[in-house]
């Protein structure tokens, strides 16, 4: 039977038995949105749970891709089954994924490692569901751990960063590129920092401001209370230089959120974040309708409109 005639509860069967087409399928209708992303969310959601989700960003160039190629290729020797959600760039023409990041990632991925491109289409309204619904598809899919690559520093990146259990900011030697990364509020979302490219001069200096920025987070009280303090890794993912220490820096966090009971607080979150992110997108799908049998000619204000509108969806 084609893959393209099984039903979502058939393409979820085949998905956990180890059918890359399958999944596959998935992802495209869960990116699609709709009620099939809707009920592959329903079907998925009772055999997810198990998957350590890792997110990596960082400022466009910083060099997040070749890291993440480097992990997944790292990864299946330690006996695990890693996914990788590529957060690219929409084409401007067709606006799907440019799949630049994926591009650089087929160079060095091992190949039991399942790649995935997912367009930004120049905003996050559409990531917001799209990327826990493919989470959970990889999850439900046995695929352990999940990673989540963004595009580069900004609101998408750290919404997106938000949905993982671990976050890694990369930054190159660089003054500027940590003050890129505190400005965007990363400093604040940052489980591990990796400064990549860390054979090139000023990689020290780096090192050190973001230590600095560091120990402000905690004079100010922003630190974690439990007394984490994201480690600094020093890497060069265009030879694999660091890449272990990384992952290793990735497994002592995960381990910090186990034994402090924070793993399921920060997966209670997140997932009122997407309901939250569903609920927002279907009243905005309902207000459209409500202001399509509006009279804009009305000599009625715009609040008193929308009080209208409002006690209509809300009454």
């Known amino acids: 039977m084609s893959i393209r005639s099984l039903s979502p509860d058939g393409l979820v069967e085949a998905a956990r038995s180890g059918n890359r087409r399958a999944i596959g399928r998935l992802l495209t209708l869960v990116e699609r949105g709709g009620e099939a992303a809707d009920e592959i969310t329903d079907l998925t959601h009772p055999h997810t749970g198990g998957a350590h989700v890792v997110g990596i ?31 690219d760039p929409s084409s401007p023409l067709s606006g799907g994924a440019i799949l630049g990041d994926r591009v650089r990632m087929d160079g060095v991925a091992g190949k039991d490692v399942f790649i995935r491109s997912v367009a930004t289409r120049g905003h996050a309204g559409g990531l917001a569901l799209s990327v826990p619904g493919s989470v959970r598809v990889f999850d439900a899919a046995g695929f352990d751990p999940v990673i989540i690559e963004t595009v580069g520093v900004g609101q998408v990146e750290v919404d997106v960063v938000g949905a993982a259990d671990t976050a890694v900011v990369v930054v190159n030697p660089g003054w500027g590129d940590a003050v890129q990364a505190n400005k965007a509020g990363l400093l604040e979302v940052a ?36 007394g984490y303090r994201p480690p600094i890794v020093m890497a060069t993912a265009t030879d694999g230089s660091g890449v272990e220490e990384v992952w290793e820096a990735v497994e002592a966090h995960r381990r910090h959120l186990v034994s402090t009971g924070k793993l399921a607080t920060r997966r209670t979150a997140r997932l009122r974040y997407e309901i939250q992110n569903r609920v927002e997108q279907r009243i905005h799908a309902a207000a459209e309708e409500a202001l399509d049998d509006v009279d804009l000619s009305d000599t009625r204000s715009p609040t008193e409109l929308a009080d209208e509108i409002s006690d209509r969806l809300l009454g």
Not at 59 to 77: I, N, R
Not at 194 to 207: C, E, H, M, W, Y
């Open 57 to 87: 960003t960082g400022a466009p160039g910083a060099g997040k891709s070749t890291l993440t190629g480097q992990l997944t290729k790292l990864l299946p020797t330690l006996g695990t089954r890693p996914a990788v959600l590529a957060v």
């Open 191 to 226: 489980d591990v920092f990796v400064i990549n490219k860390a054979d090139r001069p000023g990689a020290s200096d780096t090192r050190r401001d973001l230590e600095l920025m560091l120990d402000l987070s905690h004079t100010t009280g922003q630190e974690d209370e439990s």
